[in-house]
C-alpha cells in the first residue's frame, strides 16, 4: 500500500484547509486509517482517524474543528479542518494500519504535508 497525502500550505488562523491521502496498491476499506501530526521538536501525535470497523475518533485537540472523511471509490482519506490555530501548525502524515486502529507503528505512511497557521 502506497500512501500520498496532499492539501497542506499557509493559512491564517480561523482559516481551513483539507488534506488528502490517496491510497494505491494493494487497497483494502477495512484498514484502519487517518492521520498523525509532528511539529518541530515534538512527538507524533494521533489527530483524527477510521478505526477498521468504520467508526471515527478525534483527539481532544481538534474534536469539534476537525472532520475526517473518505471516499472508498476512490481510495482516498480528507482531512477537513476548520478554525485553525497556531498551535495546529505541523507536518501531517497519514497512516494506514491492518489492525484495529492507527498507531504510530502503524504498517502504512504518507509522506507528509506541511500545515502553517499563521496568528
Known amino acids: 500500500v502506497q500512501l500520498q497525502a496532499s492539501g497542506g500550505g499557509l493559512v491564517q488562523a480561523g482559516g481551513s484547509l483539507r488534506l488528502s491521502c490517496a491510497a494505491s496498491?494493494?487497497?483494502?476499506?477495512?484498514?484502519?486509517t487517518g492521520w498523525f501530526r509532528q511539529a518541530p521538536g515534538k512527538e507524533r501525535e494521533f489527530v483524527a482517524g477510521?478505526?477498521?470497523?468504520?467508526?471515527?475518533y478525534y483527539s481532544d485537540s481538534v474534536k469539534g474543528r476537525f472532520t475526517i472523511s473518505r471516499d472508498n471509490a476512490k481510495n482516498t482519506v480528507y482531512l477537513q479542518m476548520n478554525s485553525l490555530k497556531p498551535e495546529d501548525t505541523a507536518v501531517y502524515y497519514c497512516?494506514?494500519?491492518?489492525?484495529?486502529?492507527?498507531?504510530?507503528?502503524?504498517?502504512?505512511w504518507g509522506q507528509g504535508t506541511q500545515v502553517t497557521v499563521s496568528s
Open positions: 477510521f478505526k477498521r470497523s468504520g467508526g471515527t
Open positions: 497512516a494506514a494500519d491492518r489492525g484495529v486502529v492507527i498507531t504510530t507503528a502503524s504498517d502504512y
Open positions: 496498491g494493494r487497497t483494502s476499506s477495512s484498514y484502519a
